[in-house]
């Protein structure tokens, strides 16, 4: 689906990184926004720093992804407003690295409600809006984590491989609907995911190159006007798919480029 002037659509965790990004940038393109995030404060920030939308104004939608009435009530009142839905990215995510034994389990739950739950109740309220009119495109984020976990990272790569999961069986069950999904595969991003946890990042996660949030926001943007099934970013993520045929060589691979901890058993 082409993105253009009058374009409507929703981004979950628009407030911040990758999310505010990807606002900036569809902006920038004419669309009418609808930005959804916990923090009302950084969402009211953003809102007049936009470029303005030929389609109406750019509406604050305060919600927490995890909680399905309010990320309903939500779409529901964007939909209302804009009079339609053609896009709607499930952005927002946290994340918290440490050993899993280590893990307290709230943490846990936290991840698998908002990554993976709140991915899902995104998608289960735009998706009918855009049935409806048989057009629409919808975009879930993964991350490399999603196709290759990485140790020290074992609930959030489980998180991002159901976000990975769900979006490819969607993009199958929706063909001839007019209604299309693009999974995208983020690498490190230069955001505020880790802020809180900068000293606990595993060893294979440090000195790593990140990515500014624009190049990933401007990678999704290409892959939805080009109706791509996914987008990696940078490119040589999808190598990591290497590891579903031959995960020995994926991890001697690993070792060599992230260091002995990326992969530390060798049987
Ligand atoms: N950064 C990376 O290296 C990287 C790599 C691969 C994939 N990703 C994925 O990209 C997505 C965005 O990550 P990011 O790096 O941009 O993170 P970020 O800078 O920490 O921003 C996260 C955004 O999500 C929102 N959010 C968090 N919990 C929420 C909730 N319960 N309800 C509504 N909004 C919520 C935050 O706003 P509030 O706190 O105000 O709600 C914020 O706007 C995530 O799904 C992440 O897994 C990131």
Redesign the pocket.
């Known amino acids: 689906m082409r993105i253009e002037p009058g374009t409507r659509a929703i981004v ?10 990807l606002c900036l940038a569809l902006a920038s393109r004419g669309a009418r926004l609808g930005l ?4 009302k404060e ?2 009211e920030e953003l809102i007049p720093q936009l470029p303005e939308s030929p389609a109406g104004p750019h509406l604050a939608l305060v ?5 399905r009435g309010q990320v309903e009530r939500a779409i529901d009142r964007f939909v209302k407003r804009a009079e339609g839905l053609d896009l709607a990215v ?6 918290h690295y440490g050993p899993f034994v280590d893990t307290d389990l709230e943490r846990a739950e936290e991840m698998v ?3 993976v739950l ?2 899902i109740y995104t998608i289960g309220a735009a998706l009918p809006h855009m049935l409806d009119r048989a057009r629409g495109h919808l975009v879930i ?6 196709i290759r976990a990485f140790p020290g990272a074992a609930v ?1 790569g489980a ?2 491989a159901a ?1 990975r999961g769900f979006a490819e069986a969607l993009r199958h069950e929706l063909s001839g609907t007019g209604v299309s999904v693009t999974t ?12 809180h946890e900068r000293d606990l990042l595993p060893d294979w996660r440090e000195n790593e190159q ?2 500014p ?1 624009q190049e ?1 926001a401007e990678a999704i943007i290409e892959a939805v006007d080009e109706d791509s099934r996914a987008v990696y970013i940078p490119g040589v993520v999808r190598l990591l798919g290497l590891n579903s045929v031959a995960p020995r060589l994926t991890d001697a691979l690993l070792r060599r480029i992230r260091g002995a901890t990326a992969a530390p058993r060798r049987d």
């Not at 984020?141 to 999603?146: D, N, Y």
């Open positions: 979950t965790g628009a407030s911040r990184g990758i999310g505010r990004a959804m995030a916990r923090g950084r969402i919600a927490d992804v995890a909680k499930a952005n927002a995510g946290v994340a409600l908002i990554n709140g991915t984020l993964s991350s490399g984590a999603g959030y998180t991002k976000d995208a595969f983020p690498g490190e991003v230069e955001t505020g995911l880790h802020a990140e990515l949030p990933v």
